[in-house]
């Protein structure tokens, strides 16, 4: 059968709408397209950056540093978990040592924490005494485990602690109750903990090979692995990985949702640029605003949809953000709120507001209050706050003040509307939970649903 290759503009069309790692993919294995997949813009539906990994839709790019060890070493499951992940996600020195990059950038690198901050050490004097403290009580705890199975000893038949290093005798009793494999697992694990340090002091080398693993998962679970010499810093591998996934494009990136990463350094291609629609996992970004703002292109804002994490004392200031602010869905998660929060949401300008929490009560009078500010402050057409409410008691008091302290309310089974005038409502009501047909809501246990929103009356 003959066959003949795409024309120019027939190839541009179909790479548009390629999914993007098969794009990817296929550019890398025929350099004679890789020139023109460089000039059609990139479209991806899900992208997650982190320092080691990339995720691209449904693929998961994992660098990490995977030791292979000696025949005849024992490896404790603590390193084989790592090495079943895929490596650790940092550098090793020659003794074994963990080694941060954190104080290093290149061009293109997104530095998302503190610099100034000096990274944690994992070879001092103090992280080997703490090791070897926690070895001798995973030890002394075994002890008393098989004490105890033997003769039904308790731990107040042991002899007084002489040596302060071990813990006291609550903590023995905790660590007892775990299983025997798992002290045993933990004693490893503390003992391969302690050998870098012994290697450095006799200039040892640990019995184990270094290798850089990149694995590709997609779905969740089909796995592609390649392993290279380890000759250069995991995070100029992360920079090359990066390269080769969206270096050289003359185009913004198309992205549908982002998800946010935080506390670490992004290492991509110089120019790298997205532009985004909804903004997820957003925790605490306001001191690297600047540094988020310099990948994301400008065309992005109003964002649809931003997604953000605020408890007590974190995230707070991220309301002030203009990105947050101007996003026309506001999805909060949190398991302890800021007190006042609801009080917060009635000065941000946002359209709809989902609020997901847990092991929190609002009470009566805040969602209240915020239902009066909607129609004292006028709020537009179209504004919308959605609760999970675990209790059915705690609407149906919320409607009853309502319809008892608001002008001219109007009251059903489950539902109270207000007239705002100019021919504005606003509707307090609530359903069922498994009714609910907002698909960004999600339930997490809770058996009802409250909205407040503001609708044109027909």
């Given at each position: 059968?003959?066959?003949?290759?795409?024309r120019?503009?027939?190839?541009?069309v179909?790479?548009?709408?390629?999914?993007?790692?098969v794009?990817?993919?296929?550019?890398?294995?025929?350099?004679?397209?890789s020139?023109?997949?460089?000039l059609?813009p990139?479209?991806?539906r899900?992208?997650?950056?982190n320092?080691?990994?990339?995720?691209?839709?449904?693929t998961?790019?994992?660098?990490?540093v995977y030791?292979?060890?000696?025949?005849?070493?024992?490896?404790?499951?603590?390193?084989?978990?790592?090495?079943?992940?895929?490596?650790v996600?940092?550098?090793?020195?020659?003794?074994?040592?963990?080694v941060?990059s954190?104080?290093?950038l290149?061009?293109g690198?997104?530095?998302?924490?503190?610099l100034?901050?000096?990274?944690?050490?994992?070879d001092t004097?103090?992280?080997?005494?703490?090791?070897?403290?926690?070895?001798?009580?995973?030890?002394?705890?075994?002890?008393?485990?098989?004490?105890?199975?033997?003769?039904e000893a308790?731990?107040?038949?042991?002899?007084?602690n002489?040596?302060?290093?071990?813990?006291?005798?609550?903590?023995?009793?905790?660590?007892?109750?775990?299983?025997?494999e798992?002290?045993?697992?933990g004693?490893?694990?503390?003992?391969?903990?302690?050998?870098?340090?012994?290697?450095?002091?006799?200039?040892?080398?640990?019995?184990?090979?270094?290798?850089?693993?990149?694995?590709?998962?997609?779905?969740?679970?089909?796995?592609?692995?390649?392993?290279?010499?380890?000759?250069?810093?995991?995070?100029?591998?992360v920079?090359q990985?990066?390269?080769i996934?969206f270096?050289?494009?003359?185009?913004?990136?198309?992205?549908?949702?982002?998800?946010?990463?935080?506390?670490?350094?992004?290492?991509?291609?110089?120019?790298?640029?997205?532009r985004i629609?909804?903004?997820?996992?957003?925790?605490?970004?306001?001191?690297?605003y600047?540094?988020?703002?310099?990948?994301?292109?400008?065309?992005?804002?109003?964002?649809?949809?931003?997604?953000?994490?605020?408890?007590?004392?974190?995230?707070?200031?991220?309301?002030?953000?203009?990105?947050?602010?101007?996003a026309?869905?506001?999805?909060?998660?949190?398991?302890?709120?800021?007190?006042g929060?609801?009080?917060?949401?009635?000065?941000?300008?946002?359209?709809?507001?989902?609020l997901?929490y847990?092991?929190?009560?609002?009470?009566?009078?805040?969602?209240?209050a915020?239902?009066?500010?909607c129609?004292n402050?006028?709020?537009?057409?179209g504004?919308?706050?959605l609760?999970?409410?675990?209790k059915e008691?705690?609407?149906?008091?919320?409607?009853?003040?309502?319809?008892?302290?608001?002008?001219?309310?109007?009251?059903t089974?489950?539902?109270?509307?207000v007239?705002?005038?100019?021919?504005?409502r606003?509707?307090?009501?609530?359903v069922p939970?498994?009714?609910?047909?907002?698909?960004?809501?999600d339930?997490?246990?809770?058996?009802w649903?409250?909205?407040?929103?503001v609708?044109r009356?027909?």
């Open positions: 059968m003959n066959t003949q290759p795409l120019y503009q027939s190839l541009k179909v790479l548009l709408y390629m999914e993007a790692n794009r990817i993919k296929i550019s890398q294995r025929l350099p004679t397209i020139s023109t997949e460089k059609v990139l479209r991806i899900n992208l997650s950056l320092s080691t990994d990339t995720s691209i839709n449904d998961k790019y994992f660098l990490g030791r292979v060890f000696q025949p005849d070493e024992i490896v404790p499951k603590s390193v084989q978990d790592k090495n079943d992940s895929g490596g996600p940092y550098d090793l020195d020659q003794y074994g040592f963990q941060s954190n104080k290093i290149e061009a690198d997104v530095p998302l924490l503190d100034n901050r000096e990274p944690r050490r994992y004097d103090l992280v080997e005494e703490n090791e070897k403290r926690s070895l001798r009580n995973y030890e002394a705890a075994l002890a008393l485990k098989n004490k105890s199975m033997n003769t308790t731990v107040e038949e042991l002899p007084e002489g040596n302060q290093d071990i813990a006291n005798n609550a903590l023995l009793v905790y660590l007892s109750k775990d299983s025997v798992k002290l045993n697992e004693i490893l694990s503390h003992r391969h903990a302690l050998l870098p340090f012994h290697y450095r002091r006799h200039n040892l080398t640990p019995p184990y090979t270094c290798y850089i693993q990149l694995t590709v998962t997609t779905k969740g679970t089909e796995k592609h692995i390649q392993r290279y010499k380890y000759t250069r810093s995991l995070y100029e591998a920079k990985l990066n390269a996934l270096g050289g494009r003359q185009g913004v990136i198309q992205v549908r949702d982002f998800k946010m990463p935080c506390f670490t350094i992004l290492r991509l291609p110089v120019g790298f640029k997205i629609k909804c903004m997820d996992n957003v925790i605490e970004i306001s001191s690297q600047n540094a988020i703002l310099s990948m994301i292109d400008p065309s992005s804002f109003p964002l649809d949809k931003a997604t953000i994490f605020a408890q007590i004392d974190i995230g707070v200031n991220d309301f002030h953000l203009p990105a947050i602010r101007s026309k869905v506001l999805k909060i998660y949190g398991y302890s709120f800021a007190p929060l609801l009080e917060l949401l009635r000065t941000l300008p946002n359209q709809t507001f989902i997901m847990s092991v929190i009560t609002v009470q009566i009078d805040e969602y209240f915020l239902a009066r500010s129609v402050d006028k709020r537009p057409v504004t919308c706050y609760f999970p409410i675990q008691e705690t609407v149906k008091e919320l409607l009853k003040w309502i319809k008892t302290r608001m002008e001219n309310p109007k009251r089974k489950r539902c109270v509307t007239c705002m005038g100019h021919s504005n606003l509707e307090i009501y609530y939970a498994k009714t609910h047909s907002n698909p960004e809501f339930c997490l246990g809770y058996e649903v409250l909205t407040i929103r609708v009356v027909r």
